[in-house]
C-alpha cells in the first residue's frame, strides 16, 4: 500500500495544496478544485498487478479533466468507482447526474470530466488501462449510462469494497495480480452485460468464468476433492456448464489440475525448507490422494521418480 496522502500529518496552511498535489498526480486531471475549507483527506493506492485500487476521502473538492489535456492523452485509461459516502457530482458532456453512496460509476480518465463532491466523502475506483479491460469503446460508452440493468451490478460493488477493506493484506499476496485480473474480468463482466448485445455478452461472461476457473483452481490445488464437480458447485453452475465453458476455451480442465499439482510438488520437493519432508507428505500435500499414483504420474510428466528428482538437486 502507498499512503499517498494523510492531512492529519500536515501543518493546516499545507493541507490544500497537498490535496491538490496528490489529486493531479493520483488520478491524472488537469485541475482540482478545492470546494471546502478546512481540507482533511486521506488518500490510498494499491497496486494489483495491471490494474490499481485507489481510495480517497476527503472535504469538499473537485477533479476535472479538461478537453485540452484530453486532446493530449497518451493512452486510455479507465476508472470504474463505487461512491462510499456522500453525493457525488458528475459532468461528462452533456451528462451531469448525482452519486449517492453505493453508486458505480465508470469514468472514461482520458476524456473530459468532472467529478468531486461538497462536505465530506469517500469514494474508491479499480483503475486499468482500456487495452486491459479489452472492450469496445462504443459498448462502454452505452453500458455506463444503464449500469443498473446488469444482474453484477451489487456484486461488483461488494468486490471492489471488500478489496478495499482488506487491501493492505491483499496487495502483498502472491495472487494480488491474479485478483487484479479478476477484477478487470469481472468488470467486463458488469459492462458487457448491461447492454443488449446477448451475443457479446455471452462471450464476455464466458471469458470471465474461465478466469474465474483458474482462479478457483490455482487457490484449492491442496484440496484433494478438487475437480469440476467442487469447481462448478463453487461457480454455481452446473458440471455440464463448466465442461462447456472450458471446452470452449481450449482448456482440459482435469489434466491442467494435474499439472500444476506435478509442477508444485516438484517445486516443493528440492526447496530447502522442505527436504525433511517426505515424498509422500508432499504428494498429499499438494492433493493426491495415493504417493504410489503421484510417483506413476511424476515419472510420466518429468522422465524420472520422485526421489531422484530429489536426489539431483542434491
Given at each position: 500500500m502507498a499512503v499517498l496522502l494523510d492531512t492529519a500529518t500536515l501543518p493546516p496552511r499545507e493541507r490544500r495544496d497537498a490535496l491538490i498535489t496528490t489529486m493531479l498526480e493520483a488520478s491524472g486531471?488537469?485541475?482540482?478544485?478545492?470546494?471546502?475549507?478546512?481540507?482533511?483527506?486521506?488518500?490510498?493506492?494499491?497496486?494489483?498487478?495491471t490494474a490499481s485500487i485507489l481510495r480517497a476521502e476527503a472535504s469538499g473538492f473537485a477533479n476535472v479533466r479538461t478537453a485540452k489535456a484530453a486532446r493530449a492523452a497518451s493512452g486510455e485509461h479507465i476508472a470504474i468507482g463505487v461512491h462510499e459516502h456522500g453525493v457525488a457530482r458528475y459532468q461528462a458532456g452533456t451528462i451531469t447526474r448525482a452519486v449517492p453512496a453505493g453508486e458505480i460509476l465508470v469514468v472514461d480518465v482520458s476524456k473530459p470530466f468532472?467529478?468531486?463532491?461538497?462536505?465530506?466523502?469517500?469514494?474508491?475506483?479499480?483503475?486499468?488501462?482500456?487495452?486491459?479491460?479489452?472492450?469496445?469503446?462504443?459498448?462502454?460508452?452505452?453500458?455506463?449510462?444503464?449500469?443498473?440493468?446488469?444482474?453484477?451490478?451489487g456484486l461488483f460493488s461488494r468486490h471492489i469494497l471488500d478489496i478495499t477493506r482488506?487491501?493492505?493484506?491483499?496487495?502483498?499476496?502472491?495472487?494480488a495480480g491474479m485478483l487484479g485480473a479478476a477484477s478487470i474480468e469481472l468488470a467486463r463482466a458488469l459492462?458487457?452485460?448491461?447492454?443488449?448485445?446477448?451475443?457479446?455478452?455471452?462471450?464476455?461472461?464466458?471469458?470471465?468464468?474461465?478466469?474465474?476457473?483458474?482462479?478457483?483452481?490455482?487457490?484449492?490445488?491442496?484440496?484433494?476433492?478438487?475437480?469440476?464437480?467442487?469447481?462448478?458447485?463453487?461457480?454455481?453452475?452446473?458440471?455440464?456448464?463448466?465442461?462447456?465453458?472450458?471446452?470452449?476455451?481450449?482448456?482440459?480442465?482435469?489434466?491442467?489440475?494435474?499439472?500444476?499439482?506435478?509442477?508444485?510438488?516438484?517445486?516443493?520437493?528440492?526447496?530447502?525448507?522442505?527436504?525433511?519432508?517426505?515424498?509422500?507428505?508432499?504428494?498429499?500435500?499438494?492433493?493426491?490422494?495415493?504417493?504410489?499414483?503421484?510417483?506413476?504420474?511424476?515419472?510420466?510428466?518429468?522422465g524420472m521418480l520422485p526421489s531422484e528428482w530429489r536426489r539431483s538437486a542434491e
Open positions: 486531471v488537469t485541475r482540482v478544485d478545492v470546494e471546502d475549507e478546512p481540507v482533511r483527506a486521506r488518500v490510498d493506492l494499491w497496486s494489483f498487478g468532472t467529478f468531486g463532491w461538497r462536505g465530506f466523502g469517500a469514494a474508491q475506483s479499480l483503475n486499468t488501462w482500456t487495452e486491459d479491460l479489452a472492450l469496445p469503446a462504443d459498448l462502454v460508452r452505452r453500458a455506463a449510462l444503464r449500469l443498473r440493468s446488469s444482474p453484477l451490478y482488506n487491501a493492505d493484506q491483499l496487495s502483498g499476496s502472491p495472487a459492462i458487457a452485460t448491461a447492454v443488449d448485445d446477448a451475443a457479446e455478452t455471452r462471450e464476455v461472461v464466458e471469458q470471465t468464468l474461465v478466469v474465474q476457473i483458474r482462479a478457483y483452481v490455482r487457490q484449492h490445488l491442496r484440496d484433494p476433492d478438487l475437480g469440476p464437480a467442487s469447481i462448478a458447485a463453487a461457480l454455481s453452475i452446473s458440471p455440464r456448464h463448466l465442461h462447456r465453458v472450458c471446452a470452449n476455451a481450449g482448456l482440459r480442465l482435469e489434466q491442467w489440475i494435474i499439472t500444476s499439482r506435478l509442477d508444485r510438488a516438484k517445486a516443493e520437493l528440492v526447496h530447502p525448507s522442505a527436504r525433511h519432508r517426505s515424498i509422500g507428505r508432499v504428494a498429499v500435500g499438494w492433493g493426491f490422494k495415493d504417493p504410489t499414483h503421484f510417483s506413476r504420474r511424476f515419472r510420466a510428466a518429468f
